[in-house]
């Protein structure tokens, strides 16, 4: 279904990219030209405008479509928790998902198991 919506979003942007082109700017582009009937200039301006928003109007639907269907099947994630069969993070001990609270409280609990006491006075900087 996606494949067929994108060839059809395709064929809209390369049809509406014509339309666009063979309207006659205020230097002639590429709706310059002599005629007269069907493809007049009054003719040409209501045909291509009609076309170029319809074809506008089919462009915003297929787009809108095409980012509904690709976020509909997307399932939430949490940046914080990892799996269990993902292993252990690099620090030690994993950090549990939080289960009230926030990722600050989650955060503050993990740096106050890590905190070492803090320094009683100026210290010389050691190199690595």
Known sequence: MQTVVIVIHLMIVAVMIGAVLL???EGGG?????GAGFMSSRGTANLLTRTTAILA???FL???FL???AGYSRAPSSII???????QPAGGSPIAPPTSGGILD???KAD??????APTGPQVPRSQ
């Open 81 to 87: 928790g990892t799996p269990a069969s993902q292993g």
């Open 106 to 108: 989650s955060l503050k």
């Open 112 to 117: 106050e198991q890590q905190q070492a006491p």
């Open 62 to 64: 297929t787009s809108m």
């Open 30 to 34: 590429l709706g310059m030209g002599g």
């Open 57 to 59: 109007a089919g462009f």
């Open 23 to 25: 309207q006659k700017s």
């Open 67 to 69: 980012s509904w269907h």
